[in-house]
């Protein structure tokens, strides 16, 4: 069964303060990792997809990074207009589906 | 590009009465399409997934009598919530999957609240 597990649940940064935000998975035959990012009653929106080890992918202030067991989100100088929360979904085997991890709640305070 | 719009982006009922969500690609057409589930603080959950004219995949424990599910053409899908109860209140948020990419898009959801 394929498991995504993201890291920390929440994190608080003061602006400015750079950090990552981790998702670990097990999958047989990943086919892509993807990021996202939801605000409040909103739908998630796409920022990054990943398909082999070693990929990197740049977007303003946000670096998605991916090895064989995980990914990292890192985010540079960040503002709070930065503040979300991140999702990160693999898609494996097969199909078209998507599992999701449980999200990293960002919170950037000025 | 690569929008998707939902409609309502919030609704009120009674219980036991049937609600319809729509769910649209604005400039893209897709071939599959997704209905996701999300509790408050929670992650998304998959429900069912749906192919251009044909009949959809619920996940398991999804029940399909309830939650029908529609793909009639290669821009719109929907979600009808049948005798719905409180239970039932959640986030609905559809997405879409462009026949030649393998991204998902998603709508901006629909607050389902049922008294």
């Known amino acids: 069964e394929d498991q995504v597990t993201q890291s920390p649940e929440a994190l608080r940064l003061q602006e400015g303060e750079s950090s990552s935000l981790n998702c670990s998975y097990t999958?047989?035959?990943?086919?892509?990792l993807f990021w996202y990012r939801q605000d409040p009653g909103k739908g998630p929106e796409f920022l990054f997809t990943?398909?082999?080890a070693g990929e990197e992918k740049e977007k303003e202030r946000l670096k998605a990074t991916l090895t064989k067991k995980e990914s990292f989100l890192h985010i540079t100088a960040p503002k709070p207009e930065d503040s979300a929360t991140y999702l990160c979904?693999?898609?494996?085997?097969?199909?078209?589906?998507?599992?999701f991890g449980g999200g990293t709640r960002l919170m950037v305070k000025p | 590009g690569a929008v998707v719009s939902q409609h309502p982006s919030w609704v009120i009922c009674k219980s036991g009465t049937s609600v319809k969500i729509e769910c649209r690609s604005l400039?893209?057409?897709?071939?599959?399409m997704f209905w996701y589930r999300q509790f408050p603080k929670q992650s998304l959950m998959l429900m069912a997934t749906?192919?251009?004219?044909?009949?959809?995949?619920?996940e398991q424990g999804v029940e399909k009598d309830k939650f029908l599910i529609n793909h009639a053409s290669l821009t719109l899908s929907t979600l009808t919530v049948t005798s719905a109860h409180p239970e039932d209140s959640s986030f609905y948020i559809c997405?879409?999957?462009?026949?030649?990419?393998?991204?998902?898009?998603f709508g901006p959801g629909t607050r389902l609240t049922v008294t």
């Open positions: 990943l398909y082999s």
């Open positions: 400039d893209f057409q897709a071939t599959t």
């Open positions: 749906s192919n251009e004219g044909s009949k959809a995949t619920y």
């Open positions: 997405s879409a999957k462009p026949g030649q990419g393998s991204e998902q898009y």
């Open positions: 979904a693999v898609r494996a085997g097969a199909g078209n589906m998507l599992t």
């Open positions: 999958v047989s035959g990943l086919r892509g």
